[in-house]
């Protein structure tokens, strides 16, 4: 678990799959997901929340729930795509009633935080649409900078945390 002065994120419980879709059925929010596999439907949420913390299944990301501390359910964080060469990529969305606040800001931020002093990731990547202006300034608030995000990448923005 990972506590801060405005959220918490912890391991997803399957409680948190009606909050969690009904988020996602924001068009804008799920469309902002490019490339992740989220579900849509609580029945799917509920299974892909089963999948993730079945702990016989190596898998080789980390996906929290993102809460307050009154245990309101906000949205998602995940760490993913890890290598030899110590990068890794950053996911994250909240339901739109929560944006506007900097619980985004917090919890990327205590997830970059694990991913580099204690998982020994030394680039933390994050990947989002060019016209994604939020995540940007999230990210940037956070000192990830603008890198070239590579072939097939024009309409993307790539940034990237450094230990
Ligand atoms: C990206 C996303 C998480 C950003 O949410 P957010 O709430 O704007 O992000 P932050 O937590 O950084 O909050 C910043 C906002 O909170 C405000 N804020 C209020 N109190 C604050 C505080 N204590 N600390 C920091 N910011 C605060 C800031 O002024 C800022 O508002 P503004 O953008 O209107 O100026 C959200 O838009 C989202 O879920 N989008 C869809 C998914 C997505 O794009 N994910 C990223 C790619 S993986």
């Known amino acids: 678990m990972l506590k ?87 996911g994250f969305w909240l339901g739109r009633r929560h944006w506007g606040h900097g619980y985004a800001r917090e919890a990327v931020a205590l997830v970059s935080r694990m991913a580099l002093e204690r998982l020994g990731v030394k680039r933390l990547y994050a990947v989002s649409a060019a016209s994604n202006s939020r995540s940007e300034r999230t990210l940037s608030s956070l000192g990830f900078k603008k890198v070239r995000a590579g072939p097939g990448g024009k309409d993307l923005i790539k940034m990237v945390l450094t230990r």
């Not at 399957?14 to 009904?22: I, N, P, Q, Y």
């Not at 892909?48 to 501390?69: K, Q």
């Open 4 to 90: 801060g002065d405005m959220v918490i994120l912890r391991s997803p419980v399957v409680g948190d799959a009606e909050a969690l879709s009904e988020y996602l059925r924001d068009r804008e929010v799920f469309s902002a997901l490019q490339g992740s596999v989220y579900p849509v439907t609580e029945q799917d949420m509920r299974n892909f929340i089963f999948f993730i913390s079945d702990r016989t299944v190596p898998l080789s990301e980390i996906n929290l729930t993102i809460c307050l501390h009154d245990g309101t359910v906000i949205g998602m964080c995940a760490l993913h795509d890890f290598t030899k060469r110590g990068t890794a990529q950053i």
